[in-house]
Nanobody
Framework: QVQVVESGGGLVQPGGSLRLSCAAS????????MSWYRQAPGKERELVAT???????SYADYVKGRFTISRDTAKNTVYLQMNSLKPEDTAVYYC??????????WGKGTQVTVSS
């Protein structure tokens, strides 16, 4: 079994920063892509950022220049540094781990609220 647990969410003022963490544990030999998604109330879940096993990253246009994804492969952990947060970034943030042979594991999410 594999468990994926997010942490680091909370309430922050516009312009502030948060750092999310996601740790995968269990029967893991290797993790391919690790991604962050988010889902705002009444909206579909959307991809925020992805980091591959070799390091290349990709971002949704609406977070480019503000968010940074990174990973610690030895710890099976992925991070999302979020700067210059906006109210529209308010959402539940989910971690997704792609583990061979093609299985995606999701965490339960962590709430991020950007409000004054």
């Amino acid at each position: 079994q594999v468990q994926v647990v997010e942490s680091g969410g909370g309430l922050v003022q516009p312009g502030g920063s948060l750092r999310l963490s996601c740790a995968a544990s269990g029967s893991i030999f290797r993790i391919n892509d690790m991604s962050w998604y988010r889902q705002a109330p009444g909206k579909e879940r959307e991809l925020v950022a992805t980091i591959t096993s070799r390091g290349p990253t990709s971002y949704a246009d609406y977070v480019k220049g503000r968010f940074t994804i990174s990973r610690d492969t030895a710890k099976n952990t992925v991070y999302l540094q979020m700067n210059s947060l906006k109210p529209e970034d308010t959402a539940v943030y989910y971690c997704n781990c792609h583990i061979p042979p093609g299985i995606h594991y999701w965490g339960k999410g962590t709430q991020v609220t950007v409000s004054s």
